[in-house]
């Protein structure tokens, strides 16, 4: 038997202000999407930015629904719409924000798996890294230079 070390490097700001200027600004447009999120059941809403290649930016927000399997994250609506209006234009930075109407979230929230799998899907088609930045409502905010520090082995076209 042989050990495998999964090692992945992450930074944190302590707070928005500590990030440069162009992710204080896309994470202000997460923010704005996150409070159009509908989450009337889980009451935690989600809002994604993503800043592109040629400047556009796309945003995103979860939207749930009452028969669960057929809601969307925001990170996912948010990417989906890019490679839908943008096709073939590269994804540089993607902001996100949660919050909860049940507790606070200081603690930065990272995308969860399905989102990973997808932001994957882009990363690994557009052969670039995609810069993610992760905070709560308020407080830190977690920087990852790519989505595969966030899912080790991640699924792609060449397993298949």
Do not use: H, W
Not at 1 to 8: G, L, Q
Not at 13 to 36: G, H, V, Y
Not at 105 to 126: D, F, H, S, V
Not at 127 to 132: S, V
Request: hydrophobic share 40%; charged share 20%.
């Amino acid at each position: 038997m042989k050990e495998i070390k999964i090692e992945s490097t992450l930074y944190a700001f302590n707070s928005l202000n500590e990030t440069p200027k162009e992710i204080q600004d896309l994470m202000e447009i997460a923010i704005e999407a996150r409070k159009k999120a509908y989450a009337p059941y889980s009451k935690f809403k989600v809002g994604a930015a993503i800043l592109l290649e040629n400047g556009e930016i796309v945003s995103g927000s979860n939207q749930e629904n009452a028969s669960y399997p057929s809601g969307l994250c925001a990170e996912r609506t948010a990417i989906y719409y890019a490679g839908a209006k943008y096709p073939n234009v590269k994804i540089v930075n993607m902001a996100i924000t949660a919050a909860s109407e049940n507790q606070e979230t200081l603690e930065p929230i990272p995308p969860c798996g399905a989102c990973r799998q997808a932001i994957a899907e882009y990363e690994n088609n557009q052969e670039n890294a995609i810069e993610i930045y992760f905070m709560g409502v308020s407080g830190k905010v977690v920087k990852s230079n790519s989505l595969a520090n966030l899912l080790p082995f991640g699924f792609n076209k060449s397993n298949l």
